[in-house]
Structure formats: C-alpha cells, structure tokens
C-alpha cells in the first residue's frame, strides 16, 4: 500500500503569511496527489487536483507543485477563510485512494 | 446539479447492525465511483472503500475490509455502508464522495456526512 506522509502536523500562521505544507509518498505516484481543505463540521474540500491544476473557483493563493514523491500545497497570502485543515490524497493505486494524516492550519 | 445526500445521524449500541445511505442525483449513477471516507472525532481522513455502481466492482482498504460492506441499489441510485455488529470504535463522521478522473481521480462532490454513535 502507498502510505502519504505530511508535514507538518499542524502550524500557526498569521493572515498574509506564506504558508507551505508537504506530503511524500512511500513509492513514486507521478502527478496522482490531490489536496482538499476542510473546515469544522464540513465535508472536505477539493482544492487542487493532479498535483497542480487549482480546482474551478479556488482562489489562486493556493498553488500545488511536485511529481514523484514529494509535493507542496503553497497558500502565497494566508486569509481568514483559509484557517482550516489539510489533507493530501493519492489516486495512483486507482481506484484506491489514501489520505496523509492532515496538517491544521491555526492563527498565531 | 449534482448532489449526494446521506442518511441521518445514529446512535447503536454495540454489536448492532447499520447500514447508512448516500443518495446520488444531478448525474448519471452509475457512471462514477463512489467512495466512503471515515473521520473519527477530533482526526483525519481515512479512505474505506470504493464501488463502481455500473457494475457494483467494489474496493476495500485493508484497514476495512471484512469490517464493512459497500453495495449499491441502482434502481434508487444510492450507495449504502453497512456493519454486521458495530464497535464503539466504529463512532464517526462518515462520508460519501463521487470520484471523478481527469489527469488523476479525485473526489469532487461531496455528502454532508453521517454521524454515527456507538454506546452502550
């Protein structure tokens, strides 16, 4: 099975910081990674899909890079709105997903 | 537009059986995957299992397979969950997704989850 690892766990920002999060794959999965945000009592997210293509109305702040194993979630300017969790999730083992662990976005 | 619409909350002692729905409209149903998704209280995501309603093909992560059975009733285009005998362990948000494959497969529609209570 391909494990997804991020980091870090959680992390306190203020608004108009950069923020990066990262996730690594035990093996290579190509471009197959995913992130979504999730919010308190809220379904999931998606935010970007296939490594970097932002999903239809994500504000662009938010980028993905990386292929292979490592990959990066970048929010260039932290707003309100974005003080959530993170998840990256595989799909290279299609159909069989996995999901890292999340990383929780706080306020300083 | 489309919509997944889960079944309520629910509160079973253990040992007990419970299947919970996951309601698909707006699309063809059985043109998509559909894919169940724990979350225990206060943690992350975790991937239980995937089926393909054009054919019930069916999927299980390790970590759930023999725990829990996924079906489909395509007369009524609606995924199900479904325990024999519940644990405490078993307490969750669970959701339903729609996956969907462009460059890779992702989820892009969501339910708004069900809560399940395990207690004696």
């Known amino acids: 099975d391909i494990q997804m690892t991020q980091s870090p766990s959680s992390l306190s920002a203020s608004v108009g910081d950069r923020v990066t999060i990262t996730c690594r794959a035990s093996q290579t999965i190509s471009r197959h990674l995913n992130w979504y945000q999730q919010k308190p009592g809220k379904a999931p997210k998606l935010l970007i899909y296939g490594a970097s293509s932002l999903d239809s109305g994500v504000p662009s702040r938010f980028s993905g890079s990386g292929s292979g194993t490592d990959f990066t979630l970048t929010i260039s300017s932290l707003q309100p709105e974005d003080f959530a969790s993170y998840y990256c999730?595989?799909?290279?083992?299609?159909?069989?997903?996995?999901f890292g662990q999340g990383t929780k976005v706080e306020i300083k | 537009e489309v919509q997944l619409v889960q079944s309520g909350a629910e509160v079973k002692k253990p040992g007990e059986s419970l299947r919970i729905s996951c309601k698909a409209s707006?699309?063809?149903?059985?043109?998509?995957?559909i894919a169940w998704v724990r979350q225990m209280p206060g943690k992350g995501l975790d991937w239980m299992g995937i089926?393909?309603?054009?054919?019930?093909?069916?999927r299980y992560s390790p970590s759930f397979q023999s725990q829990v059975t996924i079906s489909v009733d395509r007369s009524i285009d609606t995924a199900y969950l479904q325990w024999r005998s519940l644990k405490a362990s078993d307490t969750a948000m669970y959701y339903c997704?729609?996956?969907?494959?462009?460059?890779?497969?992702?989820?892009?529609?969501w339910g708004q989850g069900s809560l399940v209570t395990v207690s004696s």
């Open positions: 999730q595989q799909s290279y083992s299609t159909p069989t997903w996995t």
């Open positions: 997704a729609r996956r969907i494959d462009i460059l890779t497969g992702y989820a892009d529609y």
């Open positions: 089926i393909y309603p054009g054919d019930s093909d069916t």
């Open positions: 707006g699309y063809s149903f059985t043109s998509y995957w």
